[in-house]
């Protein structure tokens, strides 16, 4: 019969493993490259070993933990991050990421504090790591990098399902970019507007917050005009937003629809592409791509209608928060509430007599 013996604190080993991490601490002082980014977090992520292995050999507790950060503080007082719950965090890092490699060639290329918002916000480890390379790609602050996140970024432009022809459409290398630059839907939680905003006040919103409408678009967008002028057989045509994509290499025309989408917006958009093509396109620009962006959007009848479309297009959907005030009852609901409250209070008072008589 097995009989589980309780494993006694070895102070002496104990004594040895702070003595080790001092000596790490210092090695890296000395050689002036704790405050790079990469040597910390690979700092961070030895000590997170450290007391990841103890813990499950030895049978540290959490006492300890509490006890090497007083030490850790007293002895190198002039440096941060040697608090309990950062060595926690530590810990968690080595236990998530137990590969040096990985570490040093992905996580330790952004800042520890990114890197505790990652194991806060996603515990699935491939979205983990498409957010840290996000980051390092785009120089995401930390704040930015939160917002995407919460945002569903990675639902939206990776794992969920999008609407397009570019596999037909464009050469594989092109189509699979433009497939991953592609989000659905777009989170434009920077406008004041409502859901019920005209197709104007939209596109008002979004020039007016160009810096955030660039940002949720991705990286590698420049901004060309709106209401872009076209001119075709002496007809004008007017696109809603006209940007260009440096990556890609190409115009990148939008059209914004504040209703559901209809199989003709496709052959408008289809025409606006052949326009582009025919007349901005210059040596070594790639054709033009359409995104057509809409409230809502039945996928089957998009991709009916983009089935025979020869250019190449994608449609998504888009959410706007709502305004505030939009979210509050009107005034004559309030009243209403306000009463059914106080005959409610009445009632609690008085039961089922009448209300005393107030005197004027």
Avoid at 222 to 237: I, K, P, S, T
Avoid at 328 to 335: G, N, Q, R, S, Y
């Amino acid at each position: 019969m097995k009989t589980n013996k309780t494993k006694v604190f070895n102070m002496q080993a104990y004594k040895k493993v702070i003595t080790d991490i001092k000596n790490k601490i210092l090695l890296a002082k000395q050689t002036a490259v704790v405050a790079a980014n990469k040597e910390l977090i690979i700092l961070y992520w030895e000590i997170g070993n450290i007391i990841l292995q103890k813990q499950k050999n030895e049978g540290w507790g959490a006492k300890v933990i509490d006890k090497m950060s007083h030490d850790l503080t007293l002895e190198f007082a002039d440096m941060k991050g040697f608090s309990v719950r950062n060595l926690k965090y530590m810990r968690k890092f080595a236990e998530n990421n137990m590969e040096r490699v990985f570490v040093q060639a992905v996580l330790a290329q952004i800042p520890w504090y990114h890197n505790i918002a990652l194991m806060d916000k996603t515990p699935d480890m491939k979205e983990r790591i498409w957010y840290a390379k996000k980051t390092i790609e785009n120089g995401w602050s930390r704040n930015v990098l939160v917002h995407q996140i919460e945002s569903g970024l990675f639902q939206r432009q990776v794992s969920g399902s999008k609407t397009h022809n570019f596999q037909r459409t464009l050469p594989e290398a092109q189509s699979d970019l433009a497939h991953e630059t592609m989000k659905d839907p777009y989170i434009f939680d920077f406008l004041n507007i409502s859901e019920r905003a005209s197709e104007k006040e939209l596109e008002n919103g979004l020039i007016n917050h160009l810096a955030s409408f660039l940002l949720e678009l991705g990286r590698g967008f420049a901004y060309v005009g709106r209401q872009y002028h076209l001119n075709a057989g002496g007809e004008d045509f007017y696109i809603d937003l006209l940007f260009y994509h440096l990556e890609l290499r190409c115009y990148v025309a939008i059209e914004l629809k504040t209703g559901t989408f209809k199989p003709e917006y496709a052959g408008k958009m289809n025409f606006y592409l052949s326009a582009i093509d025919s007349t901005l396109n210059k040596s070594g620009d790639n054709p033009a791509i359409g995104m057509i962006l809409c409230r809502e959007k039945n996928r089957v009848v998009a991709e009916y209608s983009l089935r025979s479309i020869t250019k190449p297009i994608g449609v998504s959907g888009y959410k706007i928060a709502a305004r505030i005030k939009e979210k509050l009852p009107d005034i004559k609901t309030m009243e209403k509430e306000m009463d059914d409250f106080l005959l409610k209070e009445d009632a609690a008072k008085y039961g089922t007599q009448k209300k005393p008589a107030v005197l004027l």
